[in-house]
């Protein structure tokens, strides 16, 4: 049979290795998650029959791998062994000639792979390969002993993220991601089209109040409830949903309302007519504190 799904074909080849480094109850549970995602895969089958232990599930192994394929010699071999059954010789040849001579198939990739990445990898996770039990699915070359805590696959050192009820792989990652990060690109359009007159509105205010210290002052309380009116009204408009960079969208547009009213002074400023640098602090405090709290919100 064709393993078409690359992810099951990586797994599979690490699946081998393990096997041949005769880790048998690695194996056996690599196998197995390979059966989970994909029950087509005659030679998970195989692999399965060879590295359990139990001959139930070593039975039904072979015997799975014969309703896929009528044909296959290892599975036939396997399941007279276990009945007792006697077996042409010729058969037992065969099924160990094909087992025998494993061609690596990929040095080239792998040289790719270790070249591409030796620079970012940390050495004990090359080192050490041996004493491993796994091998990462996205670096078969790399030995490790974590897993994903979502798909269980194993993951390497550099493939981990680590959160707070345990390591994530990438693609996981990904996926939650994109679960969590639900916004349109039409969201965008409208946070951009709600956040920017509020800003404008705010930032033309926060330039009317001038530089005196108890508006800097009034600006680090009132900063905030203003920001996160701004970032509120905008997630509001968005329906509450969530996008990657929509915090920094909203904190942009603060940014832009609070340049524009204030371009006139900006550039009295440039052209050194001096004593406007108070004026900033008022703005640039705003800014700061309102900033925060939108993006907060917006979060
Ligand atoms: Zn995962
Ligand atoms: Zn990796």
């Known amino acids: ?24 109850a690695a194996a056996e549970q690599l196998y197995r998650q390979i059966l989970d995602e994909a029950p087509e895969t005659e ?37 007279a062994d276990l009945r007792g059954e006697p077996v042409p010789e010729a058969w037992r040849k065969e099924v160990e000639a094909a087992r025998l001579p494993e061609p690596e198939p990929e040095p080239v990739v792998k040289k790719e792979v270790v070249a591409a990445t030796a620079t970012a990898v940390a050495a004990p996770t090359d080192d050490h390969t041996e004493a491993y039990e796994f091998f990462c699915y996205r670096h078969p070359d790399r030995g490790t002993s974590l897993r994903c805590y979502n798909c269980h696959n194993p ?47 705010a930032g033309y205010l926060v330039w009317r109040l001038g530089g005196g210290f108890f508006f800097i002052f009034i600006m680090i309380f009132i900063g905030g409830a203003v920001g996160g009116l701004i970032g509120r009204l905008t997630k509001k408009a968005i329906g509450g949903r969530r996008g990657r960079y929509l ?23 440039l052209a050194g007519s ?12 705003y800014l700061f504190v309102a900033g925060g709290s939108a993006f907060y919100w917006m979060k």
């Open 247 to 269: 915090p920094h969208l909203v904190l942009v547009m603060m940014v832009v309302g609070v340049v524009i009213p204030g371009l006139p002074i900006l550039l009295m400023a």
């Open 155 to 201: 993951i390497c050192a550099s493939c981990t993220n680590k959160t707070s009820v345990g390591y994530l792989c990438p693609d996981c990652k990904r996926d939650l991601e994109d679960k969590f990060f639900n916004a349109s690109a039409t969201d965008y359009i409208i946070a951009a089209l709600v956040s920017l007159p509020l800003s404008l509105i």
């Open 43 to 79: 030679e998970a089958w195989l692999g399965l029959g060879r590295m359990t232990v139990d001959p139930a599930a070593q039975a039904e192994a072979y015997e799975r791998a014969l309703e896929l394929n009528p044909e296959n010699k290892e599975a036939k071999v396997g399941l």
């Open 274 to 285: 001096g004593g406007a640098l108070f004026a900033f602090i008022t703005p640039a405090v």
């Open 1 to 24: 049979m064709e393993i078409n799904q690359p992810r099951i074909r990586s797994l599979m080849r690490q699946a081998s290795r393990v096997e041949e480094a005769g880790k048998r």
